[in-house]
Nanobody
Framework: QVQLVESGGGLVQAGGSLRLSCVAS????????MAWFRQAPGKEREFVAR????????YYADSVKGRFTISRDNAKNTVYLQMNNLKPEDTAVYYC??????????????????WGQGTQVTVSS
């Protein structure tokens, strides 16, 4: 079992920044990668970023590349998403997810085995 708890969402103006955190607990030694997804009202959940848990491989959606940075602190079992130069179209519920078996690739939500509860990010124009 892996539990993921997210925090850091909020309301910001366009151009502002937020830092999201996701703390993993339970059988964290089996995690091979962590990712962030987001879901806006009426839209499907979409991939945002991914980071290998013990390696250095990163992946970003084109829509956030250059603005968002995914990072980790293994000692704290925590993954972060630093979001800079936020835009109104970034408004969504942001979820962290854990990949335990490499199945499903990188970008599909079906590749991930555990999910956090989500944290709301709202960007005003």
């Amino acid at each position: 079992q892996v539990q993921l708890v997210e925090s850091g969402g909020g309301l910001v103006q366009a151009g502002g920044s937020l830092r999201l955190s996701c703390v993993a607990s339970g059988r964290t030694f089996n995690i091979v990668a962590m990712a962030w997804f987001r879901q806006a009202p009426g839209k499907e959940r979409e991939f945002v970023a991914r980071l290998s848990w013990r390696g250095t491989s990163t992946y970003y959606a084109d829509s956030v590349k250059g603005r968002f940075t995914i990072s980790r602190d293994n000692a704290k079992n925590t993954v972060y998403l630093q979001m800079n130069n936020l835009k109104p179209e970034d408004t969504a519920v942001y979820y962290c997810a854990a990949d335990l078996d490499y199945s499903g690739g990188v970008y599909s939500r079906f590749a991930y085995d555990y999910w956090g509860q989500g944290t709301q990010v709202t960007v005003s124009s």
